[in-house]
Structure formats: structure tokens, C-alpha cells
């Protein structure tokens, strides 16, 4: 049997996230966890939700949204984790039940010892909803214009792809956007071979399903801290994805696309499940807009990924 689960990750005004210590005597005890507990019978998820917080930490949420859902086996008990972001609330949070309770930077969160399921969380926890993928540019200067851009825009999360350029020219442009993303929150990825990761001026890598799928047939799997995307565009890719180690994933074709006009839209009925079943987080890719992410977002995905949108 299934136990459900409710947790929150909240945030304060500087999106520090509130973490609690599991008492010693609990499943799990001894590690952090993001505050919640268990659905009772016939209760709302959102229900649960407030009188979890209320409980543990005497604040009442006011403002929530989903994150990611999460199934994990424990040797001794099955859970589903249904994670909420909670972005305002009123009380003041402390510990009702004699927890220890820290407010944590993102990039800290990492050195928290967590239970096993919590590891897409925190992925989830960390990455932001808007995922930008370059789109076409004339020369640097271009390319350099339309991501400074994007992010005064407030993306944060960037893949760089030029599918059209030689390896030299390739390698120039990632070095041409590093000092862009230095000293802001934003990360950038590069689409390409493993040997990026060793590059300890980029955020991380983005693999295609095919670099997946040898990836995954090899027995490969990543440690570290830098980001691994991986394109999916089906529910065997996601699971082999998550069995890598990948930080998140995209699904695609959501929509059509003129940048793969050849392939079937997977639509949002098709969508839906396949986000259900992952165990990390999703973006939605193919035909997206910023109106799209709310439906993204209801299905359960991390955001949305793009490039014409803010490629202008
Ligand atoms: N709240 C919370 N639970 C987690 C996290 N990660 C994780 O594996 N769990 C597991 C541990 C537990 O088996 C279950 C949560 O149960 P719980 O002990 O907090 O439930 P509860 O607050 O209702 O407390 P009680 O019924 O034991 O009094 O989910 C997490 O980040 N937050
Ligand atoms: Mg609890």
C-alpha cells in the first residue's frame, strides 16, 4: 500500500526554502525533509497541505502551486510524495513539534542530507520553469544580444544548440556566453558531448534521447553536481533518463513545431501520464508559449522549454 504524501517547499521574499529535521524516531528520522505529512482519508490534497504547515510550523499557506509528484519504494514503505511550492503565508514558521528548522539558499540545499526520494525534489526544487533553448543568429554578437535578453527577461536556465556550426566555432560561442552568466543565479547548458561536463565554466549538458540511449545501454550514470538535461520524447526515454541520473528531462512534441515539422504532436492527453509516471522533473517542449504554462504546470511538469518563444 501506497502512503501519500504532502510536502512543501516554502519560499521567503529572497527564495531561501524552509527545511525541517525528521525526529530520530521517525521513518527516515534524522534527515531533512520539506515539511508536510500524511493524506488523511477522503481529505483534499490542498487540505492536507494547510493543516500539515499549520501543524508542524503554525503557518497557514496563502499562496501554493504543484511541483512534482514523486513515487518511491522504501525497503518498508511505499510513498507518494506530492510537493507543493508554497510562495506565501501568514504566520511566522518555527518548529511546533520541536524540530530543528533551517531557511536555506537554493544552491545550499545540496548539502543537506535528504531521504533517497527527495532527489528529484530538490532538482525540481532548484531548477526554475522556463527553459530557454537558442534558437538561429547571425554571428556572436547576435547570439550574445538575444540572451542577454532573455535573461533580463528572467530566464534563468539557458541551452545553447547551433546544430550548424563546426566544433570550433561551436566551442567560441559557448565561451562568448559564459561571462553572462556569471555571478547571476542563471545556468548555462550546453547541448553536446560528455566531455562538456568537465568544463567547469558551464552550468552543464543537454543530451539527445540517442546520446540517452547509448548512455543508458553502457550502464552509464552521473555524479556531480553540474545539470543533465536529456530530450525525451517518450515514457521509456523518461525512465531511462531518471535511471541515468539526468536533473530533468524534456518531453516533446507537445505541439507542433516548425523546428520538427516531420514529427506527431504527442498533445497534452498523451502528456499528461507520461508526467505522472516520471520520476524527474519535466518540461514541456514543442510549440510552447508562456500562456502554455499553466496547463504544464497542471499536468504536473516543471515548466515549459522554448525557443521561439523568447527568441526574439
Ligand atoms: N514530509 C516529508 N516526508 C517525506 C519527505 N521525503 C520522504 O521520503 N518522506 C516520507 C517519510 C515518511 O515516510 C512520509 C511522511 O510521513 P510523516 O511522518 O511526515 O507523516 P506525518 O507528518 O503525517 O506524521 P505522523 O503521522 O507520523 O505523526 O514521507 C519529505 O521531504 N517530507
Ligand atoms: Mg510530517
Known amino acids: 500500500m501506497t502512503v501519500h504524501v504532502v510536502a512543501a517547499v516554502i519560499l521567503d521574499s529572497e527564495e ?16 531533512w525533509e520539506f515539511p508536510g505529512g500524511k493524506v488523511e482519508p477522503g481529505e483534499r490534497i490542498e487540505g492536507a497541505l494547510c493543516r500539515e504547515l499549520e501543524e508542524e510550523l503554525g503557518i497557514l499557506p496563502s499562496e501554493y502551486e504543484p511541483l512534482i509528484k514523486i513515487r518511491y519504494d522504501y525497503s518498508d514503505k511505499s510513498v507518494l510524495l506530492d510537493v507543493w511550492t508554497v510562495t506565501a503565508f501568514s504566520g511566522e514558521a518555527h518548529g511546533r513539534e520541536g524540530q530543528p528548522i533551517e531557511w536555506v539558499d537554493k544552491a545550499q540545499l545540496r548539502d543537506y542530507e535528504f531521504p533517497a526520494a527527495n532527489h528529484p525534489i530538490l532538482n525540481a526544487a532548484i ?5 530557454l533553448i537558442t534558437g538561429s543568429f547571425r554571428d556572436k554578437s547576435e547570439l550574445i544580444d538575444k540572451v542577454s535578453s532573455a535573461l533580463r527577461m528572467g530566464i ?3 541551452q545553447f544548440r547551433a546544430p550548424w556550426l563546426d566544433k570550433e566555432q561551436y566551442r567560441e560561442c559557448v565561451e ?13 547548458i550546453v547541448k553536446g558531448e560528455l566531455e562538456w561536463l568537465e568544463d567547469d565554466s558551464v552550468g552543464g549538458i543537454h543530451l539527445t534521447s540517442s546520446q540517452l540511449e547509448s548512455l543508458h545501454k553502457e550502464g552509464w550514470k552521473h555524479s556531480g553536481g553540474k545539470i543533465v538535461g536529456v530530450s525525451c520524447h517518450s515514457g521509456l526515454q523518461l525512465v531511462q533518463a531518471s535511471e541515468v541520473g539526468a536533473f530533468f528531462a ?4 507537445v505541439e507542433e513545431t516548425s523546428f520538427h515539422p516531420e514529427a506527431n504532436p504527442l498533445g497534452w492527453g498523451q502528456v499528461g501520464p507520461m508526467i505522472e509516471n516520471a520520476t524527474l522533473p519535466v518540461y514541456c517542449l514543442g510549440g510552447m508559449r508562456d500562456n502554455d504554462l499553466v496547463q504544464a504546470c497542471r499536468l504536473g511538469a516543471q515548466g515549459i522549454a522554448a525557443i521561439s518563444a523568447w527568441w526574439s
Open 16 to 31: 531561501r526554502v524552509l527545511i525541517a529535521e525528521r525526529p530520530a524516531d521517525k521513518h527516515q528520522g534524522g534527515l
Open 127 to 131: 531548477l526554475p520553469e522556463r527553459y
Open 156 to 158: 534563468s536556465l539557458v
Open 176 to 188: 562568448s556566453l559564459v561571462p553572462l552568466f556569471s555571478g547571476h543565479e542563471s545556468k548555462l
Open 250 to 253: 524534456t518531453l516533446s512534441p
